[in-house]
């Protein structure tokens, strides 16, 4: 096998096996209508606003496919192992 495909194949098990549990996804998707409501209601503006959408952004991302990098990085999980 070409060295490519063994290096590919092994990020995608480390990158995209998931790692978050429900409570962790769900939490992070009311945090992210949270920060959008803010912002659509005016209560932050200017730079906040925009770090509170790029973080809200981040966190429906890895709330929808349950993975998240900075867990792999440290090595934890909030997903329950079975």
Excluded: E, H, W
Excluded at 55 to 64: E, R
Excluded at 69 to 75: A, L
């Amino acid at each position: 096998m070409p060295l490519t495909f063994l290096i590919f194949k092994s990020l995608t098990n480390i990158f995209m096996n998931k790692n978050m549990g429900f409570f962790d996804q769900f939490l992070r998707g009311l945090i992210a209508i949270g920060l959008i409501a803010l912002n659509a209601k005016g209560i932050i503006s200017g730079g906040l606003a925009v770090a509170a959408v790029i973080i809200a952004v981040v966190f429906i991302l890895t709330g929808v496919f349950g993975f998240c990098p900075i867990y792999v990085i440290f090595g934890i999980t909030s997903r329950k192992i079975s």
